[in-house]
């Protein structure tokens, strides 16, 4: 390959809604983390090629997610720059119930990507999906997604804009709906920006699944009335057998040289159905017509209608800039990295301390891997369809409502779980049990020597399947329970909305109240 070409998708594993910005000879992209905390996945690069992931800006000290439905919560953030500092919008969403998403928009800023970031301010409900637009004249506007309550009206009612107070952030006057959308529908994920006097908005359509596109619109006024392209849309993947699929929300990206770039999501389905990875992140060339309107450009430069997502990509000018791998080996001793992400809560409110035994995670028992609330639980995306991931834990259960071990989950509903329980006498059991859409299956379970605290749980995912295995102090590595199914892991499969990916991790359930807890030395996970 072309050492000027990059690979899409650009790093393995969920990263949707990308927002992506650049500042200076900096590029970042912010993605959705729906109810994983912290909130909203920050990444940087030098050359759109290498990436290194960044703290997230929303912590404990902004919110609190316990009790929200799997794949609400932080949706689709958005980053800007202006006058030096950062903005970063993003909604929570409160409900996935009927036609209502209860949305609460809000705007943080900070001087630093790194933070601090300010107390978010609340701007609006109107709808999900907002983004900030920071005009030439130094007024800002909020663009959101606008959604209906009303049965007899279009749920997805297009794109409104909302003049913002430069200083508070708060709104001047109400919502103007400015673009109905196209009819592709679903109009969502709405951006605005400013070249050669036109407002040019960009605009996902068609559902998150595989019908998504991206769209466009102009205007000579911010208020309209918006053109729609007639080439729309202008990328997507819907009806095509392309490796990228679920093409859709963009954004785009000027590098320093004047070359133009798009971010959007994408997935590598499994046997072209099934999202286990989640949704990803694509870059595609940009350019210009004549006419004035972007195009995804093919490897010669020229431009291309009606796009597919194209599996390279140019890189900008200049030279290529790595970061430090991330180690395969997480030890707690050390710290927790930034790809690691605990349930609604940051993990230090999750029942987890780094302190109480140095050099190790001690997790105190939560409630159950279906709750919605306190969940003691660590996890990273699963970045590989083949993988082999490892931990040691210690851990002594005193009866069948003690669990710990290691997880490999979609949401609360779906999940497949190798742990350490014990039977009603207290002899120690390593079990596998199964959580498929709510319903829960025990596959297996092998007593274990009552004098034993200390195991090594171990994972291997192979192109859509997943197998379990340990081993107990010298003794050689066991297999325990059948060969699991991975699909049950996608967006696909899930009932409800499905907008995040595999996950896997370590955690710790005491469903008596006894106090109970694990201790975890390390965590191992390779992508073969």
Known sequence: MDKRFAQNPIFDGWCSDPSILRVGEDYYIAASTFEWMPGVNIFHSRDLKHWEQLESPLTDEFLNLEGLEPSCAIWAPNLTWSSGLFYLAYTI??????????????????????????????VNRIGFDPSVFHDEDGRKYIVNQTMDRRTSRKRFQGVSVTELNSKTLRPIGA??????????????????????????????????????????????????PYDVDPDNPMLSSTGTDCRLQRAGHGQFVMSPEGEWYMAHLCSRPLDHQWSVLGRECAIQNIVWTKEGWPRVADEEGNPI???????????????????????????????????????????????????????????????????????HLLARRVTGLNFQAETRMEFRPLCYNHTAGLVVMYNCLNWYYLFVSADDEGIPLLCVSACENGVLKDLDEIPMDASCGEYLLCAEGETGSLRFFF?????????????????ILSDEHVDGNGFTSAMIGVCCQDLRGDGTYADFEWFDYRDR
């Open 305 to 375: 209608s009606h796009a597919q997502p194209k599996d390279l990509f140019r890189m900008p000018q200049g030279e290529e800039h790595t970061f430090p791998g991330v180690p395969s080996r997480t030890n707690f001793g050390e710290g927790i990295p930034p790809q690691w992400m605990s349930l609604r809560q940051g993990w230090q409110r999750n029942g987890m301390s780094l302190t109480e035994r140095p050099g190790w995670l001690r997790i105190h028992g939560g409630l159950s891997l279906c709750s919605h609330f306190r969940q």
């Open 471 to 487: 081993q107990q102090k010298e003794e050689p590595r066991q297999a325990i329970g059948p060969e699991l199914d991975m699909r």
């Open 175 to 224: 919502p103007r709906l400015v673009f109905p959308g196209t009819d592709r529908g679903t109009t969502e994920g709405p951006n605005l920006m400013k070249k050669d006097g036109w407002y040019y908005l960009t605009a996902a359509e068609g559902g998150t699944s595989y019908g998504h596109c991206v769209t466009i619109a102009r205007s000579r006024n911010i208020w309209g």
């Open 93 to 122: 969403v409160n409900s996935s119930t009927s036609r209502f998403k209860d949305t609460d928009n809000f705007i943080t800023a900070a001087p630093d990507i790194r933070g601090p970031w300010s107390a978010p301010v609340f």
